[in-house]
């Protein structure tokens, strides 16, 4: 069960000052009234026509959403390096991470099952004994995934003195969590305690996650509402 979280908004008002030069060294002052963000992009099962919305979406919170006192990480498991970023309050830099992030999403396990049933009609061979061809590397995503989100929010639940949030931009994982015979995939029963670590974990900090990638809305519209996982 979740409760709703009241984290208090910060906004951009009038036209954007130009970037200030980063500081080399980082002020402990007014700490508790600055909140943490970590921004996780899940390249892991985010499709590449779905790559540009992440890409918008985390730009978006990052530019109107973040405050000069907070804190913010960017976390993409499965990019490339420079779509990940260590806490810093540094719009620019958060902003290049999200903008280097790229997807990688598998094609569904539904797709591959039905191509190699077509194959089989044809050649008399069943390939993978009818089974999820992308199996092993699927189980494998899906227990990534929860384990960097049971990483970021145990270190989350530890930061005292400030309000914090974990954001995740992901299309879901594709796996069939009640498969528990094996039927098409085999490893449900260790994905699905891996998840529930995770959801554990995530128990401790409120958090986001925008799964309907797809729909984007106008410049000037309402930012999505997330819904808890």
């Known amino acids: 069960v979740f409760d709703r979280v009241s984290i208090p908004i910060w906004r951009a008002e009038g036209p954007a000052a130009p970037a200030p030069m980063p ?17 996780v992009l899940d390249a892991l099962h985010i499709s590449p026509s779905n790559v540009i919305s992440v890409r918008r979406y985390a730009r978006r919170f990052i530019e109107e959403h973040v405050g000069p006192s907070d804190l913010v990480a960017v976390l993409s498991p499965g990019a490339v390096e420079a779509a990940t970023q260590d806490f810093t309050g540094d719009k620019a830099r958060l902003v290049a991470a999200a903008d280097s992030f790229t997807g990688g999403k598998l094609r569904s396990a539904t797709l591959e099952l039905e191509e ?20 092993d590397e699927r189980a494998y995503r899906a227990r990534s995934l929860s384990d960097v989100l049971e990483g970021a929010a145990g270190h989350l639940a530890r930061v005292e003195r400030r309000r914090k949030a974990l954001l995740l931009f992901s299309e879901g994982t594709d796996y069939n969590v009640l498969d528990l015979m094996g039927e ?21 900090v409120f958090t986001l996650f925008f799964g309907r990638l797809a729909r984007i809305p106008s410049a000037g519209a309402p930012y999505p509402r997330g819904e808890a996982e």
Not at 23 to 35: K, Q
Not at 116 to 135: C, M, N, Q, Y
Request: charged fraction near 25%.
């Open 23 to 39: 500081a080399d060294v980082a002020s402990n002052e007014h700490v508790a009234d600055g909140r943490v963000f970590v921004l």
């Open 184 to 204: 098409v995939q085999r490893h449900a029963s260790d994905v699905m305690h891996a998840m529930d670590r995770a959801v554990g974990a995530l128990m401790l």
């Open 116 to 135: 190699e049933r077509r194959a089989a009609v044809v050649t008399g061979i069943v390939l993978h004994g009818g089974k999820d061809p992308s199996d």
